[in-house]
């Protein structure tokens, strides 16, 4: 069984929104969530974490245009975007990660990505 799988992508036109979605066969609830973006040839950039606790923390480039949810219950996370630009374009990813304090998104690289998704593709157009 995949632990984590994305939905939620697809084509909008620049000031659009799209809500992704991340099921999980694992307890979400015992791990730090977040979701990654790859541009092309570019690494990978976390632009969303939240933590056990439910804190929530984004990169400046998204900032109160992205948001991060959880549904413990459900073990699905969640990703809010709104007022999409054309940069936003890429492969977004989910990812798990037992962790302690998040002061950035990508801090869960430093403890390691214990599991990732497969990615979902979104596409801005301008």
């Known amino acids: 069984q995949v632990p984590l799988m994305e939905s939620g992508g697809g084509t909008v036109q620049s000031g659009g929104s799209l809500r992704l979605s991340c099921e999980a066969s694992?307890?979400?609830?015992?791990?730090?969530m977040g979701w990654f973006r790859q541009k092309g040839g570019e690494e990978r950039e976390a632009v969303a974490a939240?933590?056990?606790?439910?804190?929530?923390i984004s990169a400046d480039s998204v900032k109160d245009r992205f948001t991060i949810s959880k549904d413990n219950a459900k073990s699905i996370l969640y990703l809010q975007m709104n007022s999409l630009k054309p940069e936003d374009s890429g492969m977004y990813y989910c990812?798990?990660?037992?962790?302690?304090?998040?002061?950035?998104?990508?801090?869960?690289?430093?403890?390691?990505?214990?599991?990732w998704g497969k990615g979902t593709l979104v596409a801005i157009s301008s």
């Open positions: 939240v933590d056990i606790d439910g804190n929530s």
């Open positions: 990812a798990a990660t037992r962790c302690t304090v998040l002061t950035d998104p990508e801090d869960l690289n430093l403890y390691g990505i214990d599991y």
């Open positions: 694992i307890y979400i609830s015992s791990y730090c």
